[in-house]
């Protein structure tokens, strides 16, 4: 997976609990994003970073927050996680040449 | 807005009974179309990138083209190991990707 990992790799969490997941790449890329993937909805980005502190929104991005304080750690927050944020996700990395490399995914459950 | 959509949205071929998957795009200032396969329980595996209509990317039996509206994998004699579902995800000039839904493909012994 391009020396890129994800934890945990399976959680489940109560509605209403915050929850963090973290993706930490030994790849030394500029760019790292964050994708739901939902049956039906396909992969939706919901962050992303150009860079340490730089981040930006993605298409999907309400009810999460990021952070990124060194380049091989992307950290997505879910303040107060809902049943709707049932989903498997996605970290990716990428360097200037556009392209992206997927990790193993995360696997969340909120009852 | 920019929109991909893949088609069909299944295939089941038997070994051997080439075919191949549709990616329509629509995206504003195409910096770059992407295949990638996914197999159950894992992340998206990179496959190729297409820069320019008339460009042509081979591996194994897979070859994906791309023209000014829509991308194609071709896949020759598949075994049952090609079985997964593919991707394809156009990059516009903010250098986000848009994925389509996916093609899932079964290949039969």
């Known amino acids: 997976d391009a020396g890129i990992t994800q934890s945990p790799r399976h959680k489940v969490t109560e509605t209403g609990t915050p929850v963090t997941l973290r993706c930490h790449q030994t790849e030394n890329h500029r760019y790292m994003y964050w994708y739901r993937q939902d049956p039906g909805h396909g992969l939706r980005l919901i962050h992303y970073s150009y860079g340490v502190k730089d981040t930006d929104k993605g298409e999907v991005s309400d009810g999460y927050s990021v952070s990124r304080s060194k380049t091989e750690d992307f950290l997505l927050t879910l303040e107060s996680a809902t049943s709707s944020q049932t989903s498997v996700y996605f970290c990716?990395?990428?360097?200037?040449?556009?392209?992206?490399?997927f990790g193993p995914g995360t696997r969340l459950t909120v009852t | 807005e920019d929109q991909v959509t893949q088609s069909p949205e299944a295939l089941r071929l038997q070994e051997g009974e080439s075919s191949s998957l549709n990616c329509s795009y629509t995206?504003?200032?195409?910096?770059?179309l992407f295949w990638y396969r996914q197999d159950p329980g894992k992340g998206p595996e990179f496959l190729f990138t297409?820069?320019?209509a008339g460009e042509e990317k081979e591996k194994e039996r897979l070859k994906a083209t791309l023209t000014k509206k829509e991308s194609f994998l071709h896949i020759t004699a598949p075994k049952p190991e090609d079985s997964a579902t593919y991707l394809c995800?156009?990059?516009?000039?903010?250098?986000?990707?848009?994925f389509g839904g996916g093609t899932r493909l079964m290949v039969k012994p």
């Open positions: 995206v504003s200032g195409l910096r770059g």
């Open positions: 995800a156009a990059n516009n000039a903010g250098n986000m990707l848009t």
């Open positions: 990716a990395i990428s360097s200037v040449s556009y392209e992206q490399y």
């Open positions: 297409l820069y320019s």
